[in-house]
Each structure stands twice: as structure tokens, then as C-alpha cells.
């Protein structure tokens, strides 16, 4: 239910982010046009973005154990300007990793929600230059596999994410980009599995290609 409810909302954006640009236009020899984004600030009110990649860690157990062989990360955010060079809200991730190792067999899963905020270098630019950052909660599922038995544990804790990124317009609201992350969860191997995790906390590193929607 929690999933349905979370595509509901997120196509009732996108199908609302064109109708609401659709505002923002001048007229020219009779005809709308879009103003040109770069003539009078990059960017105004807020805006929307989803993201794919690939994510690797190096979180293993005593045993040197590797059960994060890189895997995939998905990424959604919305954020409010602040500022032209600021904007706040709100920005979820989900990582999913496989075991590169045999016995026992591992799936990692990890869930972040975060207080966003984006850092504009130049946000007049064609080719624009951000920094995100966030702090929120991350939580981490361990699924280990040993013969017959599963067993399965999850826990929560202080999450927090930097990184930088590239972006340009496609569109008059559109936008294309790349972003590098990394993300900082405390949270413990030996908190997953007290038999043979590590001391370690969680560290990751994400690629990610985004596109998202200027709603103004």
C-alpha cells in the first residue's frame, strides 16, 4: 500500500510540473514562447529529480567476507529554493547489493531519508555545478543465508551524504545530470551480524545519472 501510494504521488507530480511552467512564458510575434532559463536565473521556486546508478561499499565480516559487490542505487528528492545558490527538502535512496562470495550467501538492502540541501556553484550557468548534502536516518537490511537456515536483521541509525554534480536544461523545465555521492551510515557491521561482522561503519559510493522537472 505504502509503494502504490508513493507512484501515485510521484505521477501526480510529473503530470503537474509541465501545467504549472506552462505559466512562465512571453509572447513574440504573436507567439508563446519559453523565456530562455539563463536570462533570468537558473532556477525558480522548486524542482523534482529521480536517479539511477551503481553503488559499491567495502562493508565485509571478520572473515574478509565481501556482501557488497556493486550493486544499484535509486534516488528521489524534492527541493524548495532558498536562495538561487540554496534550495532545501526532502530526498530518499534505496541500495541493493549482492554477495561476490559463496557460502554464506548475503543480500544487503539499505533505505535513506534525508534533510536535503543543494549547493549551486553557478546557477546561471548553461552547464551547472551542484553540491548535495543531507543528514537523516539510513537503515540497513542484512539477509544471510547459511545451508537451510536464513536469518534476516535490520537496523537504523545517523545517516549523512556529500558529494557534487553536474546538470543542464533539456527543456525550459527539464533537466539532465550526473552526481557523485558518498554516504555515511552509523551503523555497524557487528550491529548486522554479531557473529561475523565488523566494526566498521557503513560507507558507500554512488554514481548516479538524474533527471528531473523545475516546477516555478
Sequence with gaps: MKKRNLWICLFLL????????????????????????????????????????????????????????????????????MSPHVASGIDYMYGGFRSSGTAPEYSLYSHHISAAFKIRANPDGKLRVYFPLGAGGGGLFLKKRRGAADGRTERWG???????????????VAFLGAEYRYVYTFVQGGDLDEACGSNKYFGSHALMLKIGMRMF
Design 14 to 81: 510529473l503530470c503537474v510540473c509541465p501545467a504549472a511552467a506552462q505559466e512562465y512564458t512571453v509572447t513574440k510575434s504573436g507567439e508563446k514562447k519559453f523565456e530562455p532559463l539563463y536570462k533570468w536565473g537558473a532556477y525558480s521556486g522548486s524542482e523534482f529529480s529521480l536517479g539511477i546508478g551503481s553503488v559499491r561499499s567495502r562493508a565485509d565480516d571478520r572473515a574478509g567476507r565481501d556482501y557488497t559487490s556493486p550493486g544499484v542505487i535509486g534516488n528521489a528528492s524534492i527541493l524548495v529554493d
Design 158 to 172: 545517523l545517516a549523512l551524504y556529500a558529494g557534487a554534480g553536474l546538470e543542464f536544461d533539456i527543456s525550459p
